[in-house]
């Protein structure tokens, strides 16, 4: 176990998980973070290459609204298929197998398998399992008469005339999201998948799923869900309106006959007899727990993009798809806990319990001066009580150690000569830029990878009102990291 870690774990606070105020002796400052971040541009001044094609849309959901299959479910955080096929394409990878370590609704795996690439995807958010698993479904197993099913349910609405109401199951933030005759609609649309078989139920819950947002009071608002004011819910500051809130039949019957129109005619969802698609695997649960059961040296490509850290809570903002998926308070809970630390919310994970071999990786982030620079700025902030949150220097300190863990376990299961694509954000806390480009690539230099590029998209993304506000506005990188495991 490296030093600086060994001397962290035992002068953490048992209720904080993080080292106390007099472990910090000098006071750190947003010049000396400056500093330490020119040092590293410096040392990648030669990788940082602004590439024109990686507009914001390419690298968000936004490009995936008009591809069939792709356009089912809005996944906030997915990046698009066409920067999939862009960066293998650049980097002339077309054959071979690849991972993506967070999956989310697989967009890695279908673009890959779709130029004939093998695929194994880990995702641990059971939305991204549904959306992966039902699509394959579709692909691989879907017959004649369960489209017949579905064609049936387009034209006569049988949920109108449902005999039974399945009660939908709410989480505490979900309760009152929908107007009373949509909440009774959908109670009823449970209860007539009922009589139809496991694959089409499949089908007819990711159409729900994927209109759940539109047909309530809520939207997806970052860090949680945003209530529009004709709710009835008490909320505080200005009076939000999301705008038309759809009816419930009008938005089913739409989305089951885009589902219905791609699968049937929407190109290469289902593989011709002269397109050989790549097989595509997905496995369910945490990165940190699945990546070391892979076998070592079996990738050609690693290609994801990590939740940010950026203090996102996928519980909340997906918790209206996680109640109706069966999950309840404990379940959320534990999902929070189990996920890459990205919530202020996160306890510390003591990753050398989970994996023993990881000392290397942790050793990197130990050493990573600028990391260590940060984290010794937030704590000292957190002693002066000029923290929004006091747990936003554990879960920095969580974020990084943790990806350092992932990283780690990419260049253990990546072939030699492997490439290994990254979409990450830069954040900002307390006034404090967090360079997370350089710093895990820093970190995967240490671990034994080469960086190749760091690519810049032209135009970088702005900080919240609340960072602006007391300490001006700085414009963020916005890059695709590019990382190659040597021969």
Known sequence: ?????????????????????????????????????????????????IERTLTRPLVSFQANKQRPAYRWYKYKEAFSASMVEFLLNKYGITSGKLLDPFAGIGTALFASSGIGMDSDGIELLPIGQEVLSTRLTLQKEFTEDDFATLNRWLKEHPWKK?????PLLELRITTGAYPSQTHEAIECYIGACKEENTRVQMVLRLALLSILESISYTRKDGQYLRWDSRSG????????????????????ATKLKEILFDAQTGGSLFPSD?????????????????????????YEAILTSPPYCNRYDYTRTYALELALLGLNEQDVVNLRQEMLTCTVENKAKDLLSINPRWDDAVEAADQQ???????????????????????????????????ACVIAECVRVMKPNGVMFMVNDNVRYAGASISVDMILSNIAEKLGLE??????????????????GTHGRKLLRKCVYVWRKPT
Do not use: W
């Open 1 to 49: 176990m490296s030093l600086v870690y060994s001397l962290m774990v035992s002068k953490v606070d048992l209720k904080t998980k993080s080292p106390p105020a007099k472990a910090f002796i000098q006071e750190p400052s947003l010049e000396e973070i400056s500093l330490r971040d020119l040092q590293l541009e410096e040392h990648f001044q030669d990788k940082f290459l």
């Open 162 to 166: 449902s005999k039974e109401r399945v």
């Open 233 to 252: 819910r008490r909320l505080g500051g200005k009076p939000f309106d999301k705008g038309p809130i759809l009816d419930f039949d009008r938005a089913i």
């Open 274 to 298: 002269e397109h050989v698609e790549g097989k595509i695997k997905l496995i369910r649960g945490s990165c940190l727990d699945e990546m070391p059961k892979l076998p070592a040296n079996t």
């Open 369 to 403: 001066e600028l990391l260590q620079v940060i984290l010794h700025y937030f704590q000292y902030q957190k002693t002066q009580g000029k923290l929004n949150n006091n747990s936003i220097p554990r879960m920095v300190r969580g974020y990084f150690y943790e990806m």
């Open 451 to 468: 960086v190749k590029n760091i690519l810049v998209l032209p135009r970088g993304k702005g900080n919240s009102s609340q960072q602006m």
